[in-house]
């Protein structure tokens, strides 16, 4: 699935204590393009802090991020505050996603209105992931009313309709079972065979043997991104 060498973006120096115990320290991590990437590990290892830590939603002193910018040229950075335009290229999906007392429509927008899209472009877009997702006949459902593979297939749209580079998906199949849970595994599939680099924290064996997924393993502080 590696569209080129170069990566999409690289983070140097990147660690995580609690208290007297090292979660991890890693010191270069690079992200590989257009690639599907299984994150394994025991539970406490750190997965989710360190995919927090990649969105910029927790802390992360001393760690720089490196890209490639629209313009051909190198860039760095602190890790945090994420840079905008590293912002606006990552997307991050929580196990259980928190989705707006509003409607399925509104939820996929949301994200869509900052960006200065005019009506009928972000009319398109939302109609085309509401497709994506098989959720188009809930568009005017409020949350509370979806099933749990529901909101995880809303939350993946609302993700995707950003069209970002890097999606970070914690455990999107955990508390899914039978249909809805293989909706969500052709959904991440669809994300990686587009050209998007996925990371997902899983335990799903489905997920882990889908063809041409790279596997990375965190565990006693160290993260192995050529695990077997």
């Given at each position: 699935?590696?569209a080129?060498?170069?990566?999409?973006?690289?983070?140097?120096?990147?660690?995580?204590?609690?208290?007297?115990r090292?979660?991890?320290?890693?010191?270069?991590?690079?992200?590989?393009?257009?690639?599907?990437?299984?994150?394994?590990?025991q539970?406490?290892?750190?997965?989710?802090?360190?995919?927090?830590?990649?969105?910029?939603?927790?802390?992360?002193?001393?760690?720089?991020?490196?890209?490639?910018?629209?313009?051909?040229?190198?860039?760095?950075?602190?890790?945090?505050p994420?840079?905008?335009e590293?912002?606006?290229?990552?997307?991050?999906?929580?196990?259980?996603p928190?989705?707006?007392?509003?409607?399925?429509?509104?939820?996929?927008?949301?994200g869509?209105?900052?960006?200065?899209?005019?009506?009928?472009?972000?009319?398109?877009?939302?109609?085309?992931?509401?497709?994506?997702?098989?959720?188009?006949h809930?568009?005017?459902?409020?949350?509370?009313?979806l099933?749990?593979?529901?909101?995880?297939?809303?939350?993946?749209?609302?993700?995707?309709?950003?069209?970002?580079?890097?999606?970070?998906?914690?455990?999107?199949t955990?508390?899914?079972?039978?249909?809805?849970?293989?909706?969500?595994?052709?959904?991440?599939?669809?994300?990686?065979?587009?050209?998007?680099?996925?990371?997902?924290?899983?335990h799903d064996?489905?997920?882990i043997?889908?063809?041409?997924?790279?596997r990375?393993?965190?565990?006693d502080?160290v993260?192995?991104?050529?695990?077997?």
């Amino acid at each position: 699935m590696n569209a080129s060498s170069t990566p999409l973006l690289t983070v140097r120096g990147l660690s995580r204590s609690i208290g007297a115990r090292r979660l991890f320290d890693i010191g270069e991590l690079a992200f590989p393009r257009a690639t599907a990437i299984v994150l394994t590990g025991q539970n406490g290892a750190g997965k989710t802090t360190l995919l927090r830590m990649i969105a910029g939603l927790e802390p992360a002193p001393g760690a720089t991020v490196h890209w490639t910018d629209a313009h051909a040229s190198a860039r760095s950075a602190p890790l945090a505050p994420l840079p905008r335009e590293l912002r606006e290229r990552i997307a991050y999906l929580h196990q259980h996603p928190y989705l707006f007392r509003t409607s399925v429509r509104e939820n996929i927008a949301y994200g869509l209105r900052a960006r200065g899209l005019t009506r009928d472009e972000m009319a398109r877009r939302v109609d085309e992931a509401l497709a994506w997702a098989g959720v188009s006949h809930l568009k005017d459902t409020a949350p509370e009313r979806l099933s749990g593979g529901e909101v995880q297939r809303v939350a993946l749209a609302r993700a995707k309709v950003l069209e970002p580079d890097l999606m970070l998906l914690d455990e999107p199949t955990s508390s899914l079972d039978g249909q809805a849970r293989e909706q969500v595994i052709a959904l991440v599939r669809e994300l990686a065979e587009e050209g998007r680099t996925v990371v997902m924290i899983c335990h799903d064996r489905e997920l882990i043997n889908l063809p041409g997924v790279v596997r990375w393993k965190l565990g006693d502080g160290v993260l192995d991104t050529h695990h077997r």
